[in-house]
């Protein structure tokens, strides 16, 4: 007989004599799993029926694991190229159209849905890869679950694998090759051949909160315990006993429940009881196995829905979830992907599978931080090409972008500026008369346009992250009351084309109000910085008026407008959200990961600095508005020109046709048809002002 190996040496008194006895062959074999009947030892076993069963029945498992899974699955596989100066996403090839359409009953979101439950649930999940006859291309993949495959090992020692049995019960068991099979698994350390279901750490923690809904149910039937006991120190007959239960239950039972107890003869006292702290512990059990599902999926409180309503900061949680939780997540499915087609010389090398997450808005980079280093260079000389292409901004590459401008003058770095006419040690204004004081979509044009935007870009950022804020407030009050409401949610309107408004959830004139209260500091602010700097670059030392009634109702009015705008828009978008959920049937969970999904996209940096940006163009250009009307009450002569955006494919027409177009101080543009008083005048339509990013220059008059 061979030498025993040291692992069955260990494990052989553990284990009846008669077995090896009648299969000696088991002592040459290191063992995969070993399961016991008498195994307390709370060692993890992967069940992956009974984690099915808990995700259809355990609200907090469900939603938790619905939470990743919604994230993930609509986020593209695409095939990349390293390169040395960054990662170059590969249109054309091959692998593509198989990852977008994995087979012919699924699409990529579909296989990434399942990808996800079920490595949640079991802990591994495989793709059946079906390949071409000459095996140079993959037709189509198929998703197995775990308890439908059996691992066959060819080496323990270096964790190789033989083949792959599948027999998902309906036809005749088939074995695949390694090469046939992708097998993704978290890894087990007691199973290294099997994954590590996350389900299995917290089965009795989900067994212990069916258990406390149980309890609490009857608790509530008053299976429990009574309410009160009557007391008759001197004692009472059967007779008695029994006619005074009758009467109880007839005199304070339905619609006189709450009727206060009559004492009669015999009768002295009626005694309450209160509930022991240990009769409510499964409240508190009920929250500690939520928190624990919560945990082991790895979603944020503040997403589940039971987080602290003031939290001020979701959108950190919501980042946090997606660097932590969903970003080493799908770096793990594309490293196993790109492993298995680089060996099957699908993947050529330095080209790899990788998730897109270019557009998530989670992880996008604060743009305001680059565009304040970007205005930095800028102002230093550095033209705006190489400023981009230094800090990776992705913008094009800009028509006269190549040239750098001495800060302030705007003239080409190398060249002789003639000398300023000076006021007050001051550079005067360029004076001109009528043509444009810059050519449409000249070099001069875009950074006299750049200058007026840099200068938004703090107010802008102080301003965006105010409307985020704001949001997320509605967010949770809109949820809190959602979770009070007596109407919504309760399945009333099924079917219905006659759902109530949501005004019970969502007061717009009480939001209007709050949005102006909000804004207000940061919209006077920029007003005073841009009106006070227009002063001063008239070469004139008195201090802006901030408290004149035409500043205040220029004010006034922005706050009102953009508070109007915006919550007439969500206020509608919740009409529909509610009709749309009301009519499905739908209950509060779901409702309220409607409003998750809507508030999150009401949150994106581009609605937030699309809301912002508009209200502080209008805020700056009233600025310069009430800068030049107090300038000429102290004897300087201004003009206003209109300076269009220069957005290629996004500025107006009628925008850019007013460009140059130059009126008196206290004159209106003719802009499509309207007078404008500034770019971004709230007495505009919305289609003239709404993300309106011109501008406005003085031209000091002869």
Not at 173 to 202: C, M, W
Not at 249 to 274: C, M, W, Y
Not at 576 to 605: H, T, W
Request: charged content about 25%.
């Amino acid at each position: 007989m061979k030498k025993q190996t040291l692992i069955s040496r260990l494990i052989q008194p553990l284990i009846s004599k008669a077995l090896y006895d009648q299969h000696p062959e088991l002592l040459e074999r290191d063992p995969l799993l070993r399961i016991s009947s008498e195994d307390e030892t709370g060692t993890p076993v992967n069940d992956f029926n009974q984690a099915a069963v808990y995700y259809g029945n355990y609200m907090w498992l469900q939603k938790a694991v619905n939470i990743l899974a919604n994230n993930i699955a609509p986020l593209r596989l695409a095939v990349t190229r390293d390169t040395d100066e960054d990662v170059e996403y590969i249109s054309g090839h091959p692998l593509i159209e198989l990852l977008d359409n994995p087979n012919a009953d699924m699409s990529s979101e579909d296989l990434s849905r399942q990808w996800v439950i079920d490595m949640m649930l079991g802990g591994e999940i495989g793709f059946e890869v079906v390949q071409a006859t000459s095996g140079r291309k993959v037709l189509e993949l198929w998703p197995r679950q775990s308890k439908d495959v059996t691992v066959r090992a060819e080496s323990i020692r270096y964790r190789k694998v033989a083949s792959y049995k599948i027999d998902d019960g309906h036809g005749e068991p088939y074995n695949l090759t390694p090469d046939e099979f992708i097998h993704f698994k978290f890894y087990n350390p007691l199973q290294p051949f099997r994954g590590l279901s996350p389900v299995s750490a917290i089965r009795y923690s989900i067994q212990i909160d069916q258990l406390a809904q149980i309890w609490s149910r009857l608790f509530f039937q008053n299976s429990a315990r009574p309410d009160f006991a009557v007391i008759a120190p001197e004692g009472i007959t059967k007779t008695e006993k029994d006619e005074m239960l009758l009467k109880l239950r007839q005199d304070h039972s339905g619609v006189n429940a709450h009727e206060p107890i009559i004492l009669e003869s015999g009768v002295t006292d009626i005694k309450t009881f209160s509930f022991a702290a240990k009769d409510i512990e499964w409240l508190t059990q009920r929250e500690m196995s939520r928190d624990e599902v919560a945990a082991i999926v790895g979603v944020p409180d503040e997403l589940m829905g039971y987080g602290r309503d003031t939290y001020e900061n979701f959108d950190t949680a919501d980042r946090i979830f997606w660097t932590l939780t969903i970003i080493p997540l799908v770096e793990m499915r594309d490293g196993k992907l790109t492993r298995f087609f680089r060996r099957i010389n699908l993947l050529k090398p330095g080209e790899n599978i990788k998730t897109d997450l270019r557009q998530v808005p989670q992880l996008q980079e604060d743009r305001s931080s680059k565009i304040n280093q970007a205005k930095t260079l800028f102002d230093m000389g550095v033209p705006l090409n190489m400023a981009s292409e230094y800090l990776r901004m992705g913008l094009q590459t800009i028509p006269g972008g190549d040239t750098g401008y001495l800060s302030g003058m705007l003239l080409p770095v190398g060249s002789t500026p003639e000398p300023p006419a000076i006021v007050s040690d001051r550079i005067q204004p360029p004076k001109t008369k009528s043509p444009p004081h810059t050519e449409y979509g000249s070099v001069e044009h875009e950074a006299v346009w750049k200058g007026l935007q840099a200068r938004l870009d703090s107010h802008v950022s102080i301003l965006q992250r105010l409307v985020k804020k704001e949001f997320q407030r509605q967010q949770n009050e809109i949820g809190q009351k959602l979770r009070d409401s007596k109407i919504f949610g309760k399945g009333k309107f099924k079917d219905s084309e006659n759902v109530p408004s949501p005004n019970s959830l969502f007061d717009i004139e009480g939001e209007i109000k709050k949005f102006v209260e909000a804004f207000t500091k940061s919209v006077q602010d920029s007003v005073l910085e841009i009106g006070q700097r227009e002063i001063t670059d008239l070469g004139l030392s008195f201090v802006f008026d901030l408290s004149r009634p035409t500043v205040v109702a220029a004010i006034r009015q922005i706050l009102e407008s953009v508070s109007k705008k915006t919550n007439e828009t969500t206020w509608n978008d919740l009409v529909s959200l509610f009709e749309e959920a009301e009519q499905n049937g739908e209950g509060i969970p779901a409702i309220q990961e409607r409003l998750s999904q809507y508030f999150g996209d009401r949150k994106s940096d581009y609605q937030t600095e699309r809301i912002a940006r508009t209200t502080m163009t209008a805020s700056s250009n009233a600025g310069e508005q009430e800068a030049w009307n107090q300038a000429e009450e102290n004897g300087i002569q201004v003009e206003k020109e209109w300076v269009s955006a220069l957005q290629v494919g996004r500025t107006r027409q009628a925008h850019w046709e007013a460009h140059g177009q130059r009126v008196g101080v206290n004159e209106t543009f003719d802009v499509d048809g309207e007078s404008l008083m500034h770019p971004g005048d709230p007495n505009g339509s919305p289609g003239n002002i709404i993300n309106c990013l011109c501008g406005m220059i003085a031209v000091v008059k002869e």
